[in-house]
Nanobody
């Protein structure tokens, strides 16, 4: 069974940093693209960052480029999101998502979400 377990959210002041982690199981992690999304109350869910299989490429939302870094450790089946220079507008629930290939089709699996609040 696919499972994604997130950790690392919390309350931080503007300009501070947080590191989110997502521990994965139930699929071949090294073959799987991993993503971080976020959603604030009353707003659409948006893609924050993505990393391809084996970490061959990454991409980021324009709003977080230069501040956030996505990475993965295939030996630990874990994907990370390092968030620096945090702004109040980064406040949202952050979700880990796996793009899992099964039987020639792609399926989306989501973590439980972790709250990030940026406030002074």
């Amino acid at each position: 069974q696919v499972q994604l377990v997130e950790s690392g959210g919390g309350l931080v002041q503007p300009g501070g940093s947080l590191r989110l982690s997502c521990a994965a199981s139930g699929f071949i992690f090294r073959n799987t693209e991993m993503n971080w999304y976020r959603q604030a109350p009353g707003k659409e869910r948006e893609l924050v960052a993505a990393i391809s299989s084996a970490g061959r490429s990454t991409n980021y939302a324009d709003s977080v480029k230069g501040r956030f870094t996505i990475s993965r450790d295939d030996a630990k089946n874990t994907v990370y999101l390092q968030m620096n220079s945090l702004k109040p507008e980064d406040t949202a629930v952050y979700y880990c998502k796996a793009d899992v290939w099964r039987w020639g089709q792609m399926f989306d699996y989501w973590g439980q979400g972790t709250q990030v609040t940026v406030s002074s």
